[in-house]
């Protein structure tokens, strides 16, 4: 399984970017996908995430009501739309495949198996 992330770059605070993850390979349709990120210095942490059938989904309360993810299974992508960025959201951001098809299990890395390479978001002041 390649996960291969898309989309960021170098936004003004207030803005918007969508990031787009492409699975190829033996992907798995009924896994959760999700969106992970690391700011510089710090852990990676969890950001959204969304089950097969796009139905339901997690979110971090620090990107509540302005980060929407979704999926399209026919092109095998999971999409993050960032909306009313802050500086605080700058970081790398990592496409992740769970091992399983529970939301339950979705914000913790350790249940994730396959990563993408990352895309950088830098929100400026």
């Known amino acids: 399984v390649q996960l291969q992330a898309s989309g960021g770059g170098l936004v003004q605070a207030g803005g918007s970017l969508r990031l787009s993850c492409a699975a190829s390979g033996r992907t798995g349709r009924s896994y959760v996908l999700a969106w992970f990120r690391q700011p510089p210095g710090k852990e990676r942490e969890f950001v959204a995430g969304?089950?097969?059938?796009?139905?339901?989904?997690v979110y971090a309360d620090s990107v509540k009501g302005r980060f929407t993810i979704s999926r399209d299974n026919g092109k095998n992508t999971v999409y993050l739309q960032m909306n009313n960025l802050k500086p605080e959201d700058t970081a790398r951001y990592y496409c992740a495949r769970n091992t399983s098809p529970f939301i339950e299990r979705a914000t913790m890395t350790r249940d994730y198996d396959y990563w993408g390479q990352g895309t950088l978001v830098t929100v400026s002041s």
């Open positions: 969304i089950t097969r059938s796009g139905v339901t989904t």
